[in-house]
């Protein structure tokens, strides 16, 4: 086939897989240095990715306004007709689904490209979509390693590069948010309840790097939806203004901004922690009904701590098993990890 001209990434959400999907990006621009790279992506994380150099546009996916219902709705109908028009009118020359899901496989196809790449078992028959159908070896188990596989698959030599981009604009509002040059990150909530370590836990690691480091604050973060997730630290940051309280205060990008120039970050198996990836921050990742070696931080596993490895079936969506892998990680050994990984001699972000 002639080299592309033009290209489109599909990987719509979610926000931590949007980070890991980067080196898609890299992998496609090194390819075809010369082609215009767009993706499509949730509307609400176009910042994760619409500074990266490699990259034309992030073209956002309307989600709230295709919601339920969409089709009885006029305001709906108008919606999918512009976003049809966004995916046809570039004239993409390949289209990469690295999502594999019923609905990126229909986007793939109403671009109309002549080349159409994306995963051979895709679900809710994703792969219907799609031209060139790429059959992936089980054993790559790691969703980045899997989503190269696709690249290579297809003949597209892969590039391993996780770097995340961040505005100038958004690094000052990040500083000025926290007013200082070493402080930490903790990221203690999560949209599913059992893959969240107890708020109290949380607060005793506060204490340890307050206590035991030169952190001179701790930042916390969380979307406005977690707020009752981390009520009690909220409170204690009205009281203590080494903590800041940024829980809904900040957009994607600003909060990219703030894991860039972390001396640490602490997360459960969330966003935060593929953001610290991109950035090559520390990081203490905590994990219990997540399998690591499929969706852990990406080459980084020895920043996690999990119990006990979860079994072949479980699931992050059940609650009540969730809740007794995550409580089974000691507190103890979450702040010896982060003070091992929190030094006196300031690292450079990158």
Known sequence: ?????????????A????????????????????????????????????????LRH????PRSALGKNWLLRRS????????????????YDLVIDAQGLGRSGFFAFLTGAKRRIGFAHARELGWLGVNQRIS??????????RMLALLEGAGIEPVCD??????????????ALVRTERYAVIAPTSRW?????????????????????DTERVAIVASASETDQCNSLISRARTDDRLVDLVGKTSVGELMALIQRAALVVANDSAPLHMAV??????????GPTHIERVGPYQREDDVLQAAAPPENATHKDERAGRATMEAIVTGDVIQACLERVRTEHTSPR
Do not use: N
Not at 1 to 13: A, E, Q
């Open 278 to 287: 991109g950035f090559d921050r520390p990081l203490v990742a905590l994990f």
């Open 162 to 175: 996780m770097r995340l981009y961040t505005s100038q604009e958004d690094r000052s509002s990040a500083a």
């Open 15 to 54: 926000l931590g897989d949007v980070c890991r999907t980067v080196p898609l990006l890299t992998s496609l621009r090194k390819a075809y240095p010369d082609a215009a790279i767009d993706w499509l992506v949730h509307e609400s994380f176009t910042d994760a990715i619409r500074h990266h150099p490699d």
């Open 58 to 61: 992030a073209i956002p996916f």
């Open 76 to 91: 709906g109908r108008q919606t999918f007709r512009g976003l049809v028009a966004s995916l046809k009118s570039p004239g």
């Open 136 to 145: 992936i070896d089980p054993g790559i188990t790691h969703s980045v390693d």
């Open 1 to 13: 086939m002639d080299t592309p001209r033009s290209i489109l990434l599909i990987r719509p959400s």
């Open 193 to 213: 309840a059992g893959k969240r370590w107890p708020e109290d836990r949380f607060g005793a690691v506060i204490d340890a790097l307050l206590a035991h480091t």
